[in-house]
């Protein structure tokens, strides 16, 4: 009788003990791959995870360096220094975002000018409600901007555009204004903006051709927050006077006004937000190579921290899932080594008559692996089809809890909570939208279920072996004795 | 011409007191052997040593006039002789069929139906068989291996006396008609009577 036919009369014919060893072999390598599978999930997890919380830097002036600093008054009583080194300009935003890995910036600048129509009227203002009270009729606060979608204001949906369109990264010579403010000048989308800066504004003078810097109108907002407004709210507070135009035309402008003065212009700060944060350091590596940028007088600043705190999160509960796989194949494995140790002391009668048949005991022991080796396909196959629906289902849950926890970090950074808000001190750091995580793919590789089909069929394997060792110690004679 | 020899066969167990002191005997196809001896004398021992369960401490088991130690303990017991054992001996997870299958040579079936098992029960799991079933069920296996050589350890030991008579019965018409050497180990000298030759197992020497 062929070996092979004696393996399968064995694991058909004692059906309870295969039942067994099979429930245990597929318990086992069901958890272990489900535990693979959340592992790879939980990592594709984190990568997503990470782009949402996402992670920025700043890129400064360093307006406290000494050596940037020079006089501006200084008699015995009394010093004053400027800041008279580079600025940050339109040439390096180009500049840092040709590093690879950036994916968008955001420059502002807040300034005050007079608004004028196209045929050169002075604008009205719209009112606050308490009697008006300024000297500066025509003045409103201009928000300068590379793209609106990260002023704060737009982010948050405080404002709206409910016409025309926002101003982004390519926009130049483009403005946005208020629906009162568009009303009450009767101006529309298509018609001229001119910003005017004068002594009256600026309080020094700026010359004749330098004053004026003119925009056309790409948007209507409305306000959908409530503002905080009283008697001593001037005019230009007001959010319905408040006029958003593109940074990349406002800065030269602004340049052209101060040039006089020797007192450069540029934006205080530009943020940049990162592909993947947890490439930042390399990132910032590549950026500072750029000598194209005065890093004498620029300086960076990097806010990792939600990306950092998720990525301990998810690397303790890697660790979690890690110790859970090693805790069941050490748990199934033991339990394994069992069984089959005490299933060969059940059979060393059946080894004894074998031996007293004429079998060899290699060939004893071959019937001995190739009855686990196909108990544990059997399992194995079985696995693949269990773990496959359970990684399906611990992948929804997963996704769910990715976006759950994502979402809360989108609430935390959201400053408008529907309370009444104040123009005067919003903060103005800028808002980076987070693309939300539609698919989280759970699956099991073909490669993942090869390893651990080769690491399970070894492992049995070695227990058959281990078990089968009382095979070789069997002396063939101990039957007539041990069992008449 | 003898077709197994026991050439000055000494066994121990501890190495000091032998169980077998001085074996020298032969055996011829074609005959039936009983072996008597009381309990604890060491008749098992001289038939595992005969049918290479074990080998002598000193002297020689020859197989056909050639060392059985030569070919092999395993293959003297694979192609050479066969056991029938007084506890049958049966591996439980297979029939009847499948039992003698495992050393078959010959068709199991046709052996087992001329032992007087019917078609049904040779396909019946053994442990569902009695006990003198059983035995016909170890010898068929013997049978069908072709063996020259049949080895017998109290084969009726378990089995009452007429099943005894019949399984004896058998065992003499596998030597005188089918030419094996048969022997068969007693402590029954009425069953012993049976035999063509009777030796005697007395204080490690065999007598006849
Ligand atoms: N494995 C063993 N280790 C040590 N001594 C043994 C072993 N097997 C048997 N003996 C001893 O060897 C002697 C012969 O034993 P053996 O089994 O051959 O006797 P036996 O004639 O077959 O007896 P029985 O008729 O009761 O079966 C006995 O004294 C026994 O105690
Ligand atoms: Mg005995």
Not at chain 1, 85 to 103: A, P, Q, R, Y
Not at chain 2, 90 to 100: F, G, K, Q, R, S
Request: negative net charge; glycine residues 8%; hydrophobic residues 40%.
């Amino acid at each position: 009788m062929h070996v092979l036919k004696r393996t399968l009369l064995y694991v058909s014919r004692k059906w309870h003990q295969s039942l067994i060893l099979f429930l245990v072999l597929l318990v086992v390598s069901t958890s272990v791959l489900t535990g693979f599978a959340i592992l790879h999930a939980s990592h594709t997890a984190a990568a997503n995870l990470r782009r949402q919380l996402g992670g920025t830097f700043r890129l400064e002036t360093d307006t406290d360096n000494p050596a940037h600093r020079k006089n501006l008054v200084s008699t015995d009583q009394y010093s004053a220094t400027y800041y008279a080194g580079d600025v940050l300009d339109n040439d390096d935003i180009d500049e840092v975002m040709k590093t690879s890995g950036i994916s968008e910036y955001s420059a502002s600048i807040e300034a005050v000018a007079n608004l004028k129509s196209g045929d050169g009227a002075y604008y009205d203002l719209v009112e606050n409600g308490h009697g008006s009270h300024t000297s500066f009729p025509h003045m409103a606060a201009i928000g300068a901007w590379s793209s609106l979608e990260q002023c704060p204001y737009f982010a948050n949906h405080l404002l709206e555009v409910t016409q025309g369109e926002l101003i982004t990264d390519d926009g130049t010579g483009q403005a946005v204004v208020s629906r009162e403010l568009a009303m009450l000048n009767r101006v529309e989308i298509g018609d001229k903006l001119t910003l005017e800066i004068n002594r009256e504004v600026v309080g020094f003078e700026v010359p004749a051709k330098r004053q004026q810097c003119t925009f056309e109108i790409v948007g209507i907002f409305d306000i959908r927050g409530e503002q905080q407004i009283n008697q001593y709210t001037l005019s230009r507070q007001l959010l319905q006077n408040r006029v958003f135009v593109d940074a990349r035309t406002m800065l030269p402008f602004l340049r052209g006004c101060t040039e006089e003065l020797g007192m450069p212009v540029g934006y205080d700060e530009i943020t940049f937000s990162v592909d993947d944060p947890a490439e930042m350091d390399s990132i910032l590596q590549s950026l500072q190579e750029n000598e194209a940028i005065n890093w004498e007088c620029f300086k960076i600043t990097v806010d990792n921290a939600g990306y950092q705190g998720a990525e301990s999160a998810l690397k303790s509960m890697d660790g979690g899932i890690r110790g859970m796989i090693f805790a069941i194949a050490a748990v199934g494995g033991g339990a394994l080594v069992l069984l089959l140790g005490i299933w060969a002391k059940s059979r060393i009668h059946e080894t004894g008559i074998l031996l007293a048949l004429g079998r060899s005991k290699g060939e004893i022991l071959v019937q001995r692996l190739a009855e686990s080796a196909l108990i544990a396909l059997l399992a194995l196959g079985a696995s693949w089809v269990c773990s496959g629906m359970a990684a399906n289902e611990v992948g929804n849950r997963l996704l769910a809890q990715v976006n759950r926890q994502s979402g809360e970090e989108t609430k935390k950074d959201s400053q408008y909570s529907g309370m009444p808000f104040s123009a005067a001190d919003f903060d103005l750091t800028p808002v980076f939208s987070a693309p939300k995580v539609e698919e989280l793919d759970v699956e099991l590789s073909g490669d993942m279920f090869a390893s651990v089909c080769a690491a399970e069929l070894l492992i049995v394997l070695l227990c058959a072996g281990t078990a089968g060792i009382s095979v070789m110690k069997t002396k063939p004679k101990a039957i007539l004795t041990e069992y008449e | 011409m003898s077709i197994l020899k026991t050439c000055n066969v000494k066994y121990t167990y501890d190495g000091k007191k032998p169980v077998l002191k001085n074996i020298s005997a032969e055996f011829e196809a074609g005959k039936i052997y009983a072996i008597l001896g009381t309990s604890g004398c060491g008749k098992t021992t001289l038939l595992s040593l005969l049918g290479g369960l074990d080998s002598p401490s000193e002297g020689r088991v020859l197989f056909r006039e050639e060392d059985i130690l030569k070919g092999g303990l395993a293959g003297h017991r694979k192609h050479n002789v066969a056991f029938v054992f007084q506890s049958y001996n049966l591996i439980d997870y297979m029939t009847a069929v499948e039992n003698v299958a495992l050393t078959a040579k010959l068709a199991p079936l046709p052996v087992l139906e001329r032992l007087g098992l019917t078609k049904e029960e040779a396909r019946r799991n053994v442990l569902k068989l009695s006990g003198g079933q059983q035995q016909r069920v170890a010898i068929a296996r013997a049978l069908a291996s072709d063996a020259g050589v049949i080895l017998a350890d109290e084969p009726t030991g378990n089995l009452d006396e007429d099943t005894a008579a019949e399984i004896m019965d058998i065992l003499r018409e596998c030597a005188h008609e089918r030419k094996k050497c048969v022997i068969v180990v007693t402590h029954s000298i009425d069953l012993a009577q049976q035999a063509d030759v009777i030796f005697r197992l007395k204080k490690g020497e065999l007598v006849l």
